[in-house]
């Protein structure tokens, strides 16, 4: 990394297997898994905007790694800029940014994770879109031109709210509409398609984390139905999935009957930006029901089953499961069922203040940060 975050200039080398990095908090430990992150989605887990990513005074950031896996050698690096367009190369062949999560693909877990079970369904909907990516790196284009479209419709729709036009009148609208529908037809096709793959891994994920079996299950909440309310809340637990065949059709009706909401509001009411992710545990909403312990495990199940549904799919290896911060949140057991669940994937970064809080098992290779300085590396 070079002015990444707080770190000037750092190198280390990372081996198969667990990689445990340990500091004091705010030394660089999450700093540095979130470079590698970034390289996966192209997002940081904790920031929306790349400025804060690049070091206080310089105007750019650069990670680069080294990715191997079978007979596959590849350099990977982006260069993220503070007023310029990000740039990104393999073997120093210049592709676009975008293009980067088809080489590389990593699942994070963090204590912000939590929110996935108890937070808004906007965290939901990205958990979702960035596994779809991950799986289809197409998908990253499909969902930028939906955000686009979707922002000039608003647009539109507040325009025509200012100047008291009505529906009938604004036959703009109806190109907009054609656009909307046709990807966000897709995006809903394939997030109904990725949550039937998670689904059975979930189940099993959560018995594996949290030594219970609680039914845990979850489902999609299509907006297109009229089941997402004015503010963005689920007013159903989950349906079947729309046939692929019937979601065009349901979205353009859907349209039809929110458009006179839709002028007096001033945006866009229905459409995969709405949908939601219904999680449940026994039967039960895991929102507002699932205890502190239980929340965890689902979160924890959720990327659990993330990382094995990337495994499946991939023809470059494992996906690299990176977990920050995690340990001192859980109990001993959970310690020890989540070190068991993660043994046998390729590579686990494990960053943490108490080295006493990591089973002893995921220790074998630890690397010790301070002020953004990578210390020593010690193999056990």
């Known amino acids: 990394m070079t002015d990444f975050r707080n770190y000037a200039s750092a190198e280390v080398t990372l081996e198969r297997g667990p990689n445990l990095f340990v500091g004091r908090n705010g030394q660089g430990k999450t700093n540095l898994v979130e470079s590698l992150g970034y390289l996966a989605t192209l997002g940081s887990h904790r920031v929306s905007s ?15 790694a080294r990715l191997e896996s079978a007979e596959r050698d590849l350099l990977a690096e982006v260069q993220i800029n ?4 990000n740039r990104a190369q393999i073997n120093r062949g210049a592709i676009k940014p975008r293009e ?7 699942i994070l877990f963090a204590p912000e994770d939590l929110s996935l079970v108890r937070g808004e369904p906007s965290g939901r909907r990205r958990f979702l879109d960035e596994l779809l990516v991950a799986r289809n790196p197409r998908l990253s284009g499909v969902l930028s031109d939906y955000d686009r479209v979707l922002r000039q419709r608003n647009t539109l729709l ?4 200012a100047s008291g036009v009505k529906g009938d009148k604004l036959s703009t609208l109806d ?7 046709v990807l966000g037809s897709e995006i809903i096709a394939a997030r109904q398609v990725l949550v039937g793959l998670l689904l059975p891994e979930v189940s099993a994920a959560y018995q594996a984390v949290a030594g219970d079996d609680h039914a845990a299950t979850l489902a999609m909440v299509a907006s297109i139905r009229g089941t997402v309310s004015g503010d963005d809340e689920p007013l159903e637990t989950g349906q079947e999935p729309v046939p692929s065949t019937e979601i065009d059709p349901l979205f353009r009706e859907a349209l039809a009957r929110v458009r006179r909401s839709e002028l007096d509001r001033g945006i866009t ?8 992710l219904f999680l449940s545990l026994n039967g039960l909403p895991a929102r507002g029901y699932a205890s502190h312990g239980e929340s965890w495990s689902f979160a924890l199940a959720l990327k659990l089953a993330s990382a094995a549904v990337l495994r499946t799919d991939s023809v470059t290896g494992d996906p690299v499961i990176v977990l920050d911060d995690v340990f001192a949140e859980l109990d001993r057991s959970r310690r020890e069922r ?22 002893e098992r995921l220790a074998a290779h630890t690397i010790r940060i301070s002020q953004g ?8």
């Open 82 to 85: 503070r007023s310029s367009p």
């Open 175 to 181: 190109i907009w509409d054609d656009r909307l529908v």
């Open 269 to 276: 009411l229905v459409g995969p930006h709405r949908d939601d």
């Open 158 to 161: 507040k325009s025509a709210r």
């Open 338 to 359: 989540l070190a068991d669940a993660v043994a046998d994937y390729e590579q686990v970064l494990i960053t943490a203040a108490v080295e006493e809080d990591v089973p």
């Open 50 to 64: 790349d400025a804060a990513l690049i070091r206080q005074g310089a105007d750019s950031a650069i990670v680069r």
């Open 100 to 106: 980067l999560p088809r080489y590389f693909s990593s």
């Open 373 to 380: 300085t990578i210390l020593d590396e010690v193999a056990t």
